[in-house]
């Protein structure tokens, strides 16, 4: 069993800057490919970005790209997701999300909700214009 817990959510200013953390359970986060995903009022939840844990390749939804980095610790058995030039239509809850498989996938399966096994349980992001 993975426990995953997120923090850093708040209210920023569009244009401002926050960073999301993910602190995981478990000896072999080394192991996990993670995700963010996020779910905005009245819409599905989507993939954000996502990092493996076999070689450190980082994944974007294009609306992110240029403006959100994913990173991880696994000192710390954490992951981040810092974003810069924050935008309203960023406003979501924010998930993290594990696979804790340490086997070999191909990045594509990474957006999918799917892929992963456990979630954490959410911290908002609201961005005023």
């Known amino acids: 069993q993975v426990q995953l817990v997120e923090s850093g959510g708040g209210l920023v200013q569009a244009g401002g800057s926050l960073r999301l953390s993910c602190a995981a359970s478990g000896r072999t986060f080394s192991s996990y490919t993670m995700g963010w995903f996020r779910q905005a009022p009245g819409k599905e939840r989507e993939f954000v970005a996502a990092i493996s844990w076999n070689n450190g390749n980082t994944y974007y939804t294009d609306s992110v790209k240029g403006r959100f980095t994913i990173s991880r610790d696994n000192a710390k058995n954490t992951v981040y997701l810092q974003m810069n030039s924050l935008k309203p239509e960023d406003t979501a809850v924010y998930y993290c999300?594990?696979?804790?498989?340490?086997?070999?996938?191909?990045?594509?399966?990474?957006?999918?909700?799917?892929?992963?096994?456990?979630w954490g349980q959410g911290t908002q992001v609201t961005v005023s214009s």
């Open positions: 999300a594990a696979n804790p498989s340490g086997l070999y996938y191909s990045g594509r399966y990474y957006v999918t909700e799917d892929f992963y096994d456990y």
